[in-house]
């Protein structure tokens, strides 16, 4: 069976996406790892901006349906504007209407209708795409604005990595899930084998990782922490070591603040390809923790 392990964080902007494109890239160092990557992050996937994605693949993604009017049957009674708690029916010219980014597909204004005028119909929500990063298999998905079947993807672009992950006789999965602990979030952790969390020295970043780690304690995922930019706020790093050790978590590594970071981004590459730092303190997690626990 594949074995995910999932980088994650509480919050967005922690640079949870900046750690996993770095080990996604130091797979390739020799002595290589075989490993499939797969970007969770549905609503926002950026993971292939740093890793040089080739897509080889993309299909429609439908993750639900949405209420269409039939115009030649409907009547203007107005029965279905009411009932719709999402405001997604007006009237107009004697004629339903109805506005698909904010239906949610309920389909009470189906239930309303005593004209049959009203179906249910697949939408397309977004793409989900395959192919290749820097040489590793690489599956991502993205949902288009409004839609809310994030979790859905989550699982889809997850399905696909481990059909990648079969074909290439790699036995791990790495994921860049999604951040928080919504729906996204807790498909991208379902069934995996280690959280790596990355969190940041400040309140909202503990507020956050206080979060992620009871929803990883009630999945029954063991997770290990990163703390990023821990010199911002030396005191405040302080603080999460002493909390985290009251919890029994391990953190794995420190990662100073580094502006070769910034520069990495700007470049499109992981910051581990160019030096600092940063990079030195992510290549230490790696040898040390991240790759041992891919090829357990």
Same mark, same amino acid.
């Given at each position: 069976?594949?074995? &995910? +392990?999932?980088?994650?964080?509480?919050?967005?902007?922690?640079?949870?996406?900046?750690?996993?494109?770095?080990?996604?890239?130091?797979?390739?160092?020799?002595?290589?790892? *075989?490993?499939? +990557?797969?970007?969770?992050?549905?609503?926002?996937? /950026?993971? &292939?901006?740093?890793?040089?994605?080739?897509?080889?693949?993309?299909?429609?993604?439908?993750?639900?349906?949405?209420?269409?009017?039939?115009?030649?049957?409907?009547?203007?009674?107005?029965?279905?504007?009411?009932?719709?708690?999402?405001?997604?029916?007006?009237?107009?010219?004697?004629?339903? &209407? +109805?506005?698909?980014?904010?239906?949610?597909?309920?389909?009470?204004?189906?239930?309303?209708?005593?004209?049959?005028?009203?179906?249910?119909?697949?939408?397309?929500?977004?793409?989900?795409?395959?192919?290749?990063?820097?040489?590793?298999?690489?599956?991502?998905?993205?949902?288009?604005?409004? %839609?809310?079947?994030?979790?859905?993807?989550?699982?889809?672009?997850?399905?696909?990595?481990?059909?990648?992950?079969?074909?290439?006789?790699?036995?791990?999965?790495?994921?860049?899930?999604?951040?928080?602990?919504?729906?996204?979030?807790?498909?991208?952790?379902?069934?995996?084998?280690?959280? +790596?969390?990355?969190?940041?020295?400040?309140?909202?970043?503990?507020?956050?990782?206080?979060?992620?780690?009871?929803?990883?304690? &009630?999945?029954?995922?063991?997770?290990?922490?990163?703390? /990023?930019?821990?010199?911002?706020?030396?005191?405040?790093?302080?603080?999460?070591?002493? /909390?985290?050790?009251?919890? /029994?978590?391990?953190?794995?590594?420190?990662?100073?603040?580094?502006?070769?970071?910034? %520069?990495?981004?700007?470049?499109?590459?992981?910051?581990?390809?160019?030096?600092?730092?940063?990079? %030195?303190?992510?290549?230490?997690?790696?040898?040390?923790?991240? *790759?041992?626990?891919?090829?357990?």
């Amino acid at each position: 069976m594949t074995k &995910h +392990i999932a980088i994650m964080s509480g919050k967005g902007g922690t640079g949870k996406t900046t750690v996993a494109a770095s080990f996604a890239y130091l797979a390739q160092r020799p002595p290589t790892t *075989r490993i499939v +990557i797969a970007d969770a992050d549905v609503d926002a996937a /950026n993971l &292939h901006l740093l890793l040089d994605f080739r897509c080889e693949n993309q299909e429609r993604y439908f993750g639900g349906k949405k209420a269409i009017i039939e115009p030649t049957r409907c009547v203007g009674c107005g029965l279905c504007e009411p009932v719709c708690r999402f405001f997604a029916i007006h009237m107009e010219n004697d004629l339903a &209407h +109805i506005n698909s980014l904010t239906c949610e597909g309920c389909k009470a204004c189906v239930f309303a209708c005593p004209h049959d005028a009203i179906t249910m119909e697949a939408m397309q929500s977004g793409w989900l795409r395959d192919g290749s990063a820097i040489g590793i298999p690489f599956a991502d998905g993205e949902l288009f604005p409004g %839609e809310e079947t994030s979790g859905k993807l989550v699982t889809e672009v997850r399905k696909l990595a481990d059909g990648k992950a079969l074909k290439e006789a790699a036995a791990s999965v790495l994921v860049d899930g999604a951040p928080g602990i919504g729906c996204s979030a807790i498909a991208s952790i379902t069934g995996a084998r280690a959280l +790596i969390i990355v969190t940041e020295p400040s309140k909202s970043g503990w507020h956050d990782l206080e979060r992620m780690m009871e929803t990883a304690k &009630h999945f029954n995922v063991h997770y290990s922490v990163i703390i /990023n930019k821990y010199d911002i706020s030396e005191a405040y790093t302080q603080f999460v070591k002493e /909390n985290l050790k009251r919890r /029994n978590a391990d953190i794995i590594g420190l990662i100073p603040f580094d502006e070769r970071v910034v %520069e990495a981004t700007r470049k499109g590459v992981p910051v581990v390809q160019i030096g600092g730092a940063a990079s %030195e303190a992510i290549t230490r997690i790696w040898d040390t923790t991240i *790759r041992p626990l891919l090829l357990e």
